[in-house]
């Protein structure tokens, strides 16, 4: 039986590889047309398999997989998108295991920095749901979480506020931080997962004059981030 398991869980995760893979963060999300290609394949594998228990219960994960992959690119996870609705920020961020939300204003340039970056790593990480919201159609929840300065990134991890990146001090303090850097800061807040197992200290591509600025070991005083008083 663990036999069988194992290669369940196998033919299982080849449905999920086009969206989560890392190879091509850049590229869109596939097509529901993609994902039916690929269940259908991993179907007649299962269907022509010499195990009954793998025929069996194969096929029940198998769909239960597809019908959840459907939900989560319904929910919007594999893209960076805006959500206008302040219901809906609340709804998406409670119900999440990990959601990233930036809030932001349409005339601030550092804003635009971050959804460049936000927008490559959406599709890389298809277990997170990756969010921006318009701070002039949310104002009960800038209120209510004490949203002052932006850029400014909160991440939820079911339902819970568990980190936020304001402006680009935790970035080094510059307009041209790698991807590489945010990437790190989300790792360690786990609002994403890698596959692979990694050290929590390591700066992914960062230099080594960003890794000193994220860990303190540099100070700078930086006022190009918008204040919202």
């Given at each position: 039986m663990p036999d069988q398991d194992t290669k369940i869980s196998s033919l299982v995760a080849r449905l999920n590889e086009p969206s989560t893979s890392g190879a091509h963060a850049s590229d869109s999300v596939p097509e529901m047309d993609d994902d039916d290609s690929i269940f259908?394949?991993?179907?007649?594998?299962?269907?022509?398999?010499?195990?009954?228990?793998?025929?069996?219960?194969?096929?029940?994960?198998?769909?239960?997989?597809?019908?959840?992959?459907?939900?989560?690119?319904?929910?919007?996870?594999?893209?960076?998108?805006?959500?206008?609705?302040?219901?809906?920020?609340?709804r998406l961020s409670a119900k999440e295991p990990r959601c990233v939300?930036?809030?932001?204003?349409?005339?601030?340039?550092?804003?635009?920095?971050?959804?460049?970056?936000?927008?490559?790593?959406?599709?890389?990480?298809?277990?997170?749901?990756?969010?921006?919201?318009?701070?002039?159609?949310v104002p009960?929840?800038?209120?209510?979480?004490?949203?002052?300065?932006?850029?400014?990134?909160?991440?939820?991890i079911n339902g819970t506020s568990r980190d936020r990146i304001i402006g680009f001090e935790d970035l080094g303090n510059s307009d041209q931080f790698e991807t590489a850097t945010l990437e790190w800061k989300l790792l360690n807040s786990g609002a994403v997962q890698k596959d692979d197992s990694v050290g929590s200290n390591i700066v992914y591509g960062a230099n080594s004059t960003v890794r000193k600025q994220i860990r303190g070991e540099q100070q700078q005083d930086d006022d190009s981030d918008l204040d919202l008083d």
């Open positions: 259908a394949e991993l179907e007649a594998e299962i269907e022509n398999d010499s195990s009954a228990a793998v025929r069996e219960h194969g096929m029940e994960r198998l769909t239960r997989e597809m019908d959840q992959l459907r939900q989560m690119k319904s929910d919007g996870h594999g893209q960076y998108r805006e959500v206008t609705e302040e219901k809906d920020v609340v939300v930036h809030f932001f204003h349409h005339k601030f340039k550092r804003c635009e920095i971050m959804d460049k970056h936000l927008q490559r790593l959406a599709p890389k990480y298809f277990g997170t749901l990756f969010i921006r919201v318009f701070v002039e159609n009960w929840l800038v209120e209510r979480l004490g949203v002052k300065v932006l850029p400014c990134v909160m991440t939820f």
